[in-house]
């Protein structure tokens, strides 16, 4: 079996968000259960390929917009591993398509249409290599239309895995004809761009052979209307071939310094250094951490932001770190300079883009805060419990299947920021319980949950496996 993973990112050599972390370790894991996976990306200015040993394997001409483009595919392996990933290098739409100074600077749609012309391409120039595409989220929407058109019935199967239902990488209906897209060929293309503008989403949703959100929770609530929104119905449409497979986390990523035996002199070791790092008062307050992008939609900053008083008035401290919407970052800078002093050493805003000290805070802290309106999978809470910290989530996707209530984290229903403050009482109280009996069983509990990619891999085996049978049979 052979799969080439196709996506936006794969960590660590391109990271932005949780994407990047499963296409940068499912591969892996696949690999050590007989699939052979390779992973295909742009190359953009932000790859990070120091230490890397990259070369150029091979150039391939892609048409788009009626003029052939020179793509070089470079390659590398995906660090500790034996998986190849593919880096594609062009300058118009790789390298400058974000520098306005560029004559006609590309949109973000248009770039990913090319990117999508261009896995097309490489799969002809690999022709009957691979068995399977793994299609990754909106911006590989038009792989499998585009396969069908170049390799009819000698294409490879397809799947097509959602990681958050509200990117959709809507752009204009040009892009269509751009990718050599005939009208006519495919019905549902034509019929999404009667109102002018073409949603990538939909129509990777559609076309592919097989579709999978990224866990069991998140692909049953994107069928109702409150979180599938007006894609809920075509989801419905695809019954039987839409499922849900738990995101992994590749645990050889993650240092720790301690384990179930020695946990707890540890952490509070950790929480020190911590506290001191950030001007926090260095004592044994519980620390509440929260650590995201910021998506003014998607993470529960408005209920987060209403519980921060009880937090700090309840003698807890407050950590955050994330950077994203320009509004949020502004409220919480502002909202440090009102409170700090009356708060003086319990808060800690941090808004910028750093992975150590996101690690200093999940090893250290006692608590994340994961209060997200929708979570397709997350990836924090697992993180979290591995270092012993206790998710608070709200119960929905992912987090409602990692997370088990009392047992090794805390969970609440009903996305208001009163239920939030309950639940986190909930942990103050437990945490000072006399001897802490309590809150060191469950870190204990979390510290043993295995959210490794062994379950899921076989699942995405299995998967492949399926999509091959009934590409053979023609179903
Ligand atoms: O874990 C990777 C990630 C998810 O919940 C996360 C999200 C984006 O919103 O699958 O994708």
Redesign the pocket.
Known sequence: MKVLLAASEVAPIIKV???G??VGSLPKALEKIGVNADVIVPFFPSAKTQGLNVYKNMEIDVPFNNETHVVSVYSTKLPGSDVDVMLLNNDRFFTNWKNSAFANSVSETEVFTFFCRCIVEYLKSKFNTYDVVHCN?WHTGLVTHLLVDELDAERPGTLF?I??LMYQGIGTMDVVREAGILPGAHPLVDYDIQDGDINLLFQGITSSDFVNA??ES?AKEILTEEYGKDLADVLKAREGRLSGIL?GIDYTALPRSFDLGSFKTEKKKLKSALQKKLGLKVDDSPVFAFISRLDSY?KGLDILYEVIPSILENEGQFVLLGTGDPKWEETLKEYFVKENEQHQGRLSINITFDINLANDIYAASDFLLIP?R??????TQMVAMYYGTLPIVHAV??LKDTVENGVNGFSFDGYVSTNLALVINKALEIYRRDGQRELDTMIKNAMRSDFGWGKSAQSYKSLYEKIVKYRSLNI
């Open positions: 968000g949780g994407l972390d499963v989220d895995t990681h958050n990224v866990s998140y995101n998607q997200s929708y979570e397709p999978c997350g990836l996707g992912g």
